[in-house]
């Protein structure tokens, strides 16, 4: 029997192959359209979201799972292994956290331990893979845990935004300052900081956001080989609809940087559904 089973949910982004061949369960996040439900990655794909949300007036919305089915999980990963390490975006951004946290709770027979990647999308991917890894090589519960929160100390998150009109729509903008961004054609870069997601640049074109975004990877790099020459980035492309753009920046990425693993994966629909369309960038941290 293993040690521990890892469940996440489905805003990690983990490509599927990795999903099965480490044993990962994925917990979907609900999205809700025209008053119907859905389940992320279940009933509707990346693809649809996008199509949505170019096609009709109304913002789709979003909607942590539920503790029952956090319970559901729990109780199936208790019957394989006497614990689980359950990891999440930061509470700061989602009560998924919470309601995972509230059905660790409920059940008895097992240890659960819910972990903060303090990050969003592959950033929290990355920590589940981690943490996936350590119960494939036979190491206990702390040992686990404390994989995952190496891996999440190290996370960065950096994305430029396709537009801003989806900011506005959403009502997490001002009406005057999406005006202003897209008259001056401003690409804002975002980044993930303490839980948070929080402006890192605002560069005038999406060409110059991405040299932001590269130039910081490489100042990184350039940190890090001066204490490791032999340190290698753990990278994924993060897009929304945009796979022509994702893969021209993973050839780059893969050039540039020593790279152990590189992946390309969609943005979450849940934060493609308040981002819009168009959103590029990177999660990473180097070993």
Known sequence: MKKAVVVTDSSANIPAHLVQQLDIRVVPILLVVDGRTFRDGV????????????ESKHIPSTSAPSI???LRVYATAAQEAPAVVS????????????????ASQLLDGVSIRIVNCHSV?????????EAARAVAAGADLDAIVTRAE??????????????????????????AAAVMGTALQIKPVVH??????????????KAKAIRVILNQMAEQAAET??????????????????PNEAEALRQEVAQRFNCAELYVTDFTPV?????????LGVAYYIE
């Open 87 to 102: 990891i999440h975006l930061s509470p700061k951004l989602s009560v998924t956290y919470s309601a995972a946290l509230a």
């Open 121 to 129: 999308a592959m950033g929290q991917g990355f920590v589940v893979l």
């Open 271 to 279: 934060m493609g559904a308040h981002a819009g369309p168009g959103v």
């Open 68 to 70: 029952g089915d956090f």
């Open 192 to 205: 993930v900081a303490d839980g948070y997601v929080g402006l890192f640049a605002r560069p005038r074109t």
């Open 150 to 175: 190496e891996v999440a100390s190290r996370m960065n998150v950096l994305a430029v935004l396709g537009t801003l009109e989806y900011l506005y729509r959403g009502g997490r903008i001002g009406g």
């Open 43 to 54: 009933d509707v794909t990346s693809g649809q979201i996008y199509q949505w949300l170019r």
């Open 225 to 242: 080989e001066r204490h490791r020459p032999d340190a290698q980035f753990h990278a994924a492309i993060l897009h929304a609809d945009v």
